[in-house]
């Protein structure tokens, strides 16, 4: 097996040491974002990341400690970094420049981190391969024939492809996690409300969540310590303060794991046999392994739908050319709006804002989205019981390694069921963490495989812990994809 590139930590101690510099990170990291071109990781490079990278030297230079030294990072293109496009994979917003940074952006830079660039990623977030994208597929770096996940598929492939050590992305049923898997890297979403959503365009406000994607344990924890935390311009922002760090293999004796009944069927027998190595290798670290329940996951993915399709609806109203992207010209106001939505909106973002309009409309709003608010509300109380007796919960992150491109695009209904495992924790505000934990061979090619770790709201850190302690014992299987080595 090849090296593994350097990770964040690494390269920040790097710099602090002044073995290298901010600027050489920076050119490295775009040689290599040049070099993997074929794999349509990024919509746009930052113009503004030599800048970036020379006030990180002059901070140095005056003496300051920066934990994130001239680290290179991707955020996805939903995330919104001063004078670079936010296009969000759409064309609706292809011309759209941010005049702010995101709150998560300002952390990050405020850390001494440099933007490289924006990341590919499904229309609006809305999808499970990125290949709703407006800008083409992002490629899976593991075999280029298969996707690499969705929604944050150009995130998790920049990592997984090493153009960046760790890359931002968002989640609002499983949009970190599930790519995280398919590329085998780690995925964190955290619970509701510990990363400020200020700056991250909203698909379905009551679901979405901003969270690294890393290679190591350590660096989830240097990075969610930085862009964890209260923000005041988040409304839904808790008063949580981070403190990650990744833990040893001391943290996992002891620890009450449960596995979810429900998560055991339909998965491929390399996932099935990955989930199984991890809870033995818990077994012999001194964890406890036990069953658990969470009896209303079988309505998740409906109930899933029938919330974020009008949320979504509701927060794509705003684009219709007056104020934000791209505009058509009509001889009168409305046909301009209805013209410019006709031909800026992908398919499925005009699925969804159609199904989640009709689900909001007097006399199926009850029938429909109440309805799925009741449902969403039995599932975070399911959870709650399951936890009674356990530290964490834990499924596969996905039934499936990475699918082919183009065998699910046809066919949405078997694209939202690829979330089977993940929405759930979304509705019910939890955090959860993919741990790239093995690997399945289908057809010749071996493609990573994630297990999916649960925790109680706001034991967001109880996750990292875990991390460490799993790479302490060799229970992690982080290795560069074929060709994107060290
Ligand atoms: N696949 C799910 C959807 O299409 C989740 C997407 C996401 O987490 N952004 O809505």
């Not at 898997?181 to 619970?191: D, I, Q, R, S």
């Amino acid at each position: 097996m090849p090296d593994l590139p350097p990770t964040a930590t690494d390269l920040a101690r790097a710099v602090l040491a002044r073995e290298t510099t901010p600027q050489a990170l920076l050119n490295a990291a775009r040689a290599r974002a040049e070099a993997a071109r074929d794999l349509n990781v990024l919509i746009s490079l930052n113009d503004r990341a030599d800048e970036q990278a020379a006030r990180v030297q002059d901070r140095l230079d005056s003496g300051e400690t920066l934990p994130l030294a001239g680290v290179p990072i991707i955020v996805k293109d939903n995330i919104n970094v001063t004078g670079t496009r936010t296009t969000c994979g759409s064309r609706i917003l292809a011309n759209y420049v941010s005049p702010y940074d995101a709150t998560v952006v300002e952390r990050l830079t405020g850390a001494g981190a440099v933007i490289v660039g924006k990341a590919n990623m499904d229309e609006f977030a809305m999808g499970s391969s990125t290949e709703t994208s407006a800008y083409g597929p992002t490629l899976n770096p593991w075999d280029p024939g298969r996707v690499p996940g969705g929604t944050s598929g150009g995130s998790a492939a920049a990592v997984a492809a090493n153009l960046t050590p760790v890359a931002l992305g968002s989640d609002t049923g499983g949009s970190i996690r599930q790519p995280a898997a398919f590329t085998g890297v780690y995925g964190l979403k955290p619970t509701y409300g510990r990363v400020s959503r200020y700056g991250l365009v909203a698909h379905a406000s009551s679901l979405d969540q901003i969270g690294p994607f890393a290679r190591s344990a350590s660096d989830l924890a240097l990075l969610t310590n930085v862009i964890a935390g209260h923000d005041p311009r988040d409304a839904t922002s808790l008063e949580v303060p981070p403190a990650f760090r990744a833990g040893t293999p001391d943290d996992l004796r002891g620890l009450k794991v449960g596995v979810i009944r429900e998560s055991l069927s339909g998965n491929t027998p390399g996932v099935e046999a990955v989930l199984n190595a991890t809870l033995d290798a818990l077994r012999g670290a001194g964890a406890i392994v036990t069953e658990a329940s969470v009896p209303s996951v079988e309505h998740a993915i409906a109930a899933y739908y029938l919330i974020s399709m009008p949320e979504a609806s509701s927060n794509l109203a705003r684009y219709d050319g007056m104020v934000y992207g791209e505009r058509v010209p009509a001889p009168d106001v409305a046909h301009s709006m209805t013209r410019t939505r006709e031909e800026g909106f992908g398919p499925e973002v005009k699925r969804r804002i159609l199904l989640g309009t009709y689900a909001l409309s007097s006399g199926y709003y009850d029938a429909y989205y109440a309805k799925a608010m009741r449902v969403r509300r039995l599932i975070a109380q399911d959870f709650a019981r399951a936890f009674e007796g356990v530290d964490l919960l834990v499924t596969p992150t996905s039934p499936f390694p990475a699918f082919r491109r183009g065998e699910k695009t046809s066919d949405p209904l078997a694209m939202y069921a690829a979330d089977v495992d993940t929405v759930a924790i979304n509705l019910a505000g939890l955090p959860a963490l993919s741990v790239p934990a093995g690997f399945e061979t289908v057809e010749g090619v071996r493609l990573p495989v994630g297990i999916q770790f649960i925790a109680p709201a706001l034991q967001d850190e109880r996750l990292v812990t875990l991390a460490g302690g799993l790479e302490g014992i060799g229970a992690v299987r982080v290795e560069p994809a074929p060709g994107y080595g060290g």
